[in-house]
């Protein structure tokens, strides 16, 4: 299973990750080596099995929807890259 | 007083032996001299452990410690420590002061014990070596040409070179077990769900466990009963009593029934590692256990499997690194995208990056069936091969590594390479299922370990079976030459 670069450059755009030019040839190749190891599944008949999502196949967990935490904004602030007035600073979205 | 266990720190403590003070200084001292070598420790909070040694020994004087009060211990750098840098062993997270303190690390706050700093390890929990680290490699004290394994790299090697007792550590694919085998200790990965998750840095969420690293099962047995319990803040965290893992460490072990999976004696193996293990086989027939034959037919596709899940679980875990509200952001973004990409481009390492592009790829349109949903199938078979097999026994016992720790630099240019050291322990992951390692013997004198399963929530039998082996073999005593 041999990806392309162009696969890889759409993969990182779906991951919102930056990747140099010159990597990309390295990147398609080691995650080509590793989708190479996912044939072996094909393999496998699964005809009818549930997948797992849960290791232990339980519910998730639901509680009384009531308040029971406190805005600690400006705690969770304290580490921001940017913020003002409380509200996080990014460039410029909307012209 | 370095070599001493949790249980003899304790012990001393309650006897007025020595004060938690006295101690803490003693592997302090140990870390500022041997760590530079080593790089175990990303960050070292002396002031802070001789606050709560003081507080400690306060304790002790009016007859208000508890069993564990007062004895030191490491934190993976991946539990949130509040006030206190927790990096997961990343430059996204390199500037990172946690706010809160997972719940993890508050159980040891309130049991007393104190925290010497946090450990290196794999950047994220993703790697078997330690070399993955932003902060450089960890290497192995019974030999610092190699790895000591990883991802919980940093904990394993603080505890096998003696600069802590007892150190905290999570798996997800084998991240305490197979280091621990690299350097000789005993450690723990718990049911799925019995440790609480919260305030631990998520790397697969239906893989992750936090557990134990220390020199004895009964140590590992201390820091469960600390660690284990309901969390009412980790929606997976599984409402079921805690037992007191120390009381069941002493029963017989007359007509436990032991499963040997043929599987596991693959021709990769290291015959020598074989050997060891049929040597402890010989071992639990001594102490009154059987040994069978089972089988654990789809066990072989471990590792695809958990190469498509972990990677695709990763992919979403690690998408709220954006640079916008904590963490790494790169400098002058031009947009928003680029803010995005650039800050998660330089904040992430490349075995992050490949893991993030791998998990993105497998949940992507067109991919998703071929990939994901049937990785999950097949993670439903593998739980009932375990299933099968333990109607036939109580534990399931094997090696916990190919071999012997390899050498720095050796598997880094192929990650396939890399993720086959993750054979034997990856599918207690997958199934949910306790396992752990203790030290099995020596080859050209570097240790290996063996791996015991059980079934979920038989953690105490699984530390029964441990104890009861390290009361008839001394591989857990040896330390690493120029630590003793």
């Known amino acids: 299973m041999s990806l392309s670069a162009a696969e890889v450059v759409k993969v990182s755009h779906l991951a919102r990750l930056s990747i140099d030019e010159a990597s990309i040839p390295k990147y398609a190749g080691e995650l080509s080596k590793i989708l190479d190891t996912f044939a072996q599944m094909n393999a496998v008949n699964t005809e009818g099995v549930p997948p797992t999502t849960h290791p232990l196949d339980l519910p998730q967990r639901l509680r009384e929807d009531s308040v029971s935490e406190t805005n600690q904004r400006e705690a969770m602030q304290a580490i921001a890259p940017s913020v003002t007035a409380g509200l996080y600073l990014v460039p410029q979205v909307i012209e | ?484």
Not at chain 2, 12 to 41: C, M, Y
Not at chain 2, 283 to 294: D, P
Request: overall charge neutral; proline content about 5%.
């Open chain 2, 1 to 484: 007083m370095h070599n001493l266990t949790l249980a003899e720190i304790a012990a001393g403590l309650h006897a007025k032996k020595f004060s938690s003070e006295e101690i803490t200084k003693v592997f302090l001292a140990r870390i500022k001299q041997f760590d530079p070598a080593l790089n175990s420790f990303i960050t070292v909070t002396e002031e802070e452990a001789l606050a709560c040694a003081r507080q400690a020994d306060a304790q002790y004087a009016k007859g208000a410690a508890g069993p564990v009060t007062g004895v030191p211990m490491a934190h993976k750098d991946i539990f949130c420590t509040q006030g206190v840098k927790t990096s997961c062993g990343s430059r996204m997270l390199d500037n990172f002061i946690a706010p809160y303190d997972a719940t993890v690390v508050t159980r040891f706050k309130n049991a007393g014990m104190v925290m010497l700093g946090k450990t290196n390890m794999d950047e994220f929990a993703m790697g078997s070596s330690n070399e993955t680290s932003f902060y450089g490699a960890v290497k192995n004290p019974w030999d610092l040409a190699r790895v000591p394994g990883g991802s919980s790299g940093g904990s394993v090697a603080a505890v096998a070179a003696r600069l802590a007792p007892v150190a905290t550590g999570t798996d997800t694919g084998g991240s305490i077990r197979q280091p621990a085998a690299l350097c000789n200790l005993t450690g723990l990965k718990p049911t799925y769900g019995r440790v609480s998750r919260y305030g631990m840095i998520a790397f697969a969420s239906s893989l992750d466990q936090g557990g134990p690293i220390a020199l004895t099962a009964e140590d590992a047995a201390l820091m469960l009963n600390v660690m284990a319990g309901f969390d009412e803040k980790d929606s997976t965290s599984v409402d079921k009593p805690v037992p007191d893992y120390t009381a069941a460490l002493n029963g017989s072990l007359a007509g436990l029934k032991i499963g040997l999976p043929k599987e596991y004696f693959v021709k990769e193996l290291d015959p020598r590692v074989a050997a060891a293990i049929e040597a402890a086989v010989k071992e639990y027939e001594k102490l009154g256990a059987s040994i069978h034959s089972i089988s654990l037919p789809n066990v072989h596709l471990s590792i695809p499997v958990y190469y498509v899940v972990a990677p695709a679980e990763c992919s979403s875990n690690l998408a709220r690194y954006d640079g916008v509200r904590f963490g790494y952001r790169c400098e002058n973004p031009r947009d928003l995208e680029d803010l995005y990409k650039r800050s998660r481009g330089e904040g992430f390492g490349a075995e992050v990056k490949r893991r993030i592009m791998i998990g993105t790829y497998v949940l992507s349109a067109g991919y998703y069936d071929a990939y994901y949903l049937k990785a999950q199938q097949i993670r439903t078979l593998i739980k009932m091969d375990f299933a099968e097999a333990f109607k036939q026994v109580d534990v399931i016992l094997g090696p916990t590594t190919l071999g012997t720790a390899f050498k720095l630099g050796e598997k880094t240019t192929d990650p396939v390479s890399m993720y086959l050291n993750d054979i034997f322990t990856i599918a207690a992951n997958l199934a949910g299922l306790p396992a752990m390692s203790l030290p099995v013997g020596f080859i050209d004198g570097l240790p290996i370990g063996m791996q015991l399963m059980a079934y979920y929530f038989a953690e105490a039998r699984l530390l029964n079976a441990a104890h009861q082996y390290q009361k008839i073999t001394d591989w857990h005593k040896r330390i690493p030459q120029n630590y003793a």
